[in-house]
C-alpha cells in the first residue's frame, strides 16, 4: 500500500497505468496506492520511488505480509465485526457480490464520514 501526499494530477495518474510490470499489478484510488506483488516487494518495479517519479507527489509505501490460511483472511477483510476492529468502529454494508454497492461509515475524531463504491471483485 503506498499513500501519497496528495491527489496526483489525472495526466500523471494516466501516464503511470500505462506501465505494465505483470504479474504485480496497481490501482490507484484518490490519495492511495493498492499493490498486488505476486513475489518479493523488494524485486518488484512498483517502488515508492516509482509512484513518486509517476506521480509526481510524495509517497509512503508500507507493506503487509499475511502468513495464514485464506479462510480466515477472507473473514477478516469482509466480516463487519472483524472490520470495526481494525477500522476503528467503522461499519461496512454490503452483500459482497459484484456490483453491489459498499458504504464503510462511522465517526472519526468527532466527524461523521460516509466512504461508498461497488464491489469490483471478488476472490478468495
Same mark, same amino acid.
Given at each position: 500500500?503506498?499513500? *501519497? ?15 505494465? $510490470? ?10 492511495? +496506492?493498492?499493490? $498486488? ?22 509517497? =509512503? ?9 485464506? %479462510?480466515? +483472511?477472507?473473514?477478516?477483510? =469482509? ?6 476492529? $481494525? *477500522?476503528?468502529?467503522? %461499519? +461496512?454494508? =454490503? ?11 462511522? %465517526?472519526?475524531?468527532?466527524?461523521? $464520514? ?11
Amino acid at each position: 500500500m503506498t499513500f *501519497l501526499k496528495e491527489k496526483p494530477k489525472k495526466e500523471n495518474i494516466e501516464k503511470a497505468l500505462t506501465f505494465n $510490470y505483470e504479474p504485480d499489478k496497481f490501482k490507484i484510488d484518490d490519495k492511495n +496506492v493498492f499493490i $498486488y506483488c505476486a513475489g518479493k516487494y523488494h524485486k518488484s518495479k512498483l517502488t515508492n520511488n516509482f509512484f513518486e517519479k509517476q506521480l509526481k507527489v510524495g509517497a =509512503t509505501t508500507s507493506n503487509i505480509n499475511i502468513e495464514s490460511i485464506p %479462510e480466515k +483472511v477472507w473473514d477478516v477483510l =469482509t466480516n463487519p465485526e472483524n472490520i470495526k476492529k $481494525y *477500522l476503528f468502529g467503522t %461499519e +461496512v454494508l =454490503t452483500d459482497w457480490n459484484i456490483g453491489s454497492p459498499i458504504v464503510f461509515q462511522g %465517526e472519526y475524531d468527532g466527524q461523521q $464520514y460516509k466512504d461508498k463504491g461497488n464491489v469490483i471483485e471478488k476472490k478468495k
